[in-house]
């Protein structure tokens, strides 16, 4: 897919950046031109995305943060701005989850997904906020939340929860931070193909939730390029407060 939108002169902050869809949209971001700050719980950890950015041409630093610990987070924070200069765009990308039944799941295990998810996101959000409104400069925070954050599926209800309070965190973000020039939008992603998920799509389980998607695939990872730019970017400078879904029409599937 042929991306064309300048990031050159930008400066990102994307958490949970050493694997998965965190590495994937450092990435793109480094490939349009945006110096790159990558997070993670250890910064060693992020060697190879650092190693990928660089031997593409891109510019990226690495910086320990774990987004349940506040005294991390200010840290991180405080590093990323000082190695960029300043941070345009944050990616608020660091997710776990727990499948388990709601009866069965443990307090900690609950704790952990939405300290995660949601508590950890606005502890980012906050700090890169602040920092965006004492600079003058604004800028654009994307939350990365998912279609579960709209919808229901079982056995994930901490994971639903997390999500579905990251999608209304990223409303009254957005109303309350557009005075300051800062744009908060959040990107709801479906079910998409990565090497974790192979084993269960090739089920009967797995085939049987791919035909319930109106396009009947999976999506690809290269297929939330696009829709990550606008939202980073001027090319979305109108758009706050809005959930972009990239899922193949499962939303609008019937029930």
């Not at 050493?18 to 992020?46: E, K, M």
């Not at 609950?110 to 980012?124: E, K, S, Y």
């Not at 109108?238 to 499962?250: A, I, N, R, W």
Request: charged residues 20%.
């Amino acid at each position: 897919m042929s991306v064309t939108i300048d990031l050159n002169g930008k400066t990102a902050l994307v958490t949970g950046a050493s694997s998965g869809l965190g590495r994937h949209f450092a990435g793109v971001l480094a490939r349009a031109g945006a110096r790159v700050a990558l997070a993670a719980r250890r910064a060693d950890a992020l060697a190879d995305t650092r190693a990928a950015i660089e031997s593409a041409g891109g510019s990226a630093v690495a910086v320990a943060m774990d987004v349940t610990d506040p005294d991390s987070v200010r840290a991180g924070v405080a590093e990323a701005a000082t190695a960029l200069g300043r941070i345009d765009i944050l990616v608020n990308n660091a997710g776990v989850t727990v499948t388990r039944s709601f009866l069965d799941m443990e307090e900690e295990e609950w704790d952990r997904v939405v300290d995660t998810n949601l508590t950890g996101c606005a502890r980012v959000a906050r700090a890169v906020a602040r920092r965006m409104r004492d600079d003058g400069t604004g800028g654009a925070i994307v939350n990365i939340a998912s279609i579960l954050g709209l919808r229901v599926a079982g056995q994930l209800s901490s994971y639903i929860a997390s999500k579905g309070g990251l999608v209304q965190l990223t409303q009254a973000m957005a109303l309350e931070l557009a005075r300051h020039n800062i744009r908060v939008n959040a990107l709801c992603p479906g079910y998409l193909e990565t090497e974790l998920n192979a084993d269960f799509f090739a089920t009967d389980a797995g085939r049987t939730l791919v035909k319930r998607i109106p396009q009947r695939r999976l999506g690809r990872l290269d297929e939330l390029d696009v829709p990550l730019l606008l939202l980073c970017s001027d090319a979305g400078s109108y758009m706050t407060g809005s959930m972009l879904t990239v899922d193949g029409g499962h939303m609008v599937s019937s029930l």
